[in-house]
């Protein structure tokens, strides 16, 4: 079956950094688009991050400058550096595989990763 499994969340400090990575299986990842999804308590899920199968990528204007999504087909794993974080980051973070093939809609998410930015 499907699994998206999400590593590398924590709690860090403010103006610190982690990385989170995605790996799946079940499916073939270089064909898939990939994207970080986080959900903060009270509010809905957002989009942090995405990255095509191509390579191209987009992020929310919030998180630009500081996080980068990328991908290694080889390894089918995703990844999201995040870089000076602050408290408004603190969220459970979600990877999210998607592709529209032939009509159909094909989405799957992992089970979220918690990141805590918190001195």
């Known amino acids: 079956q499907v699994q998206l499994v999400e590593s590398g969340g924590g709690l860090v400090q403010p103006g610190g950094s982690l990385r989170l990575s995605c790996a799946v299986s079940?499916?073939?990842?270089?064909?898939?688009?990939m994207g970080w999804y986080r959900q903060a308590p009270g509010k809905q899920r957002e989009l942090v991050a995405r990255?095509?199968?191509?390579?191209?990528?987009n992020y929310a204007d919030s998180v630009k400058g500081r996080f980068t999504i990328s991908r290694d087909n080889a390894n089918r794993t995703v990844y999201l550096q995040m870089n000076s974080l602050k408290p408004e980051h603190t969220a459970v973070y979600y990877c999210?595989?998607?592709?529209?093939?032939?009509?159909?809609?094909?989405?799957?998410w992992g089970q979220g990763t918690q990141v805590t930015v918190s001195s």
């Open positions: 999210n595989a998607d592709r529209l093939w032939a009509g159909r809609k094909y989405n799957y």
């Open positions: 079940g499916i073939t990842f270089s064909i898939y688009d």
């Open positions: 990255i095509t199968s191509g390579g191209s990528t």
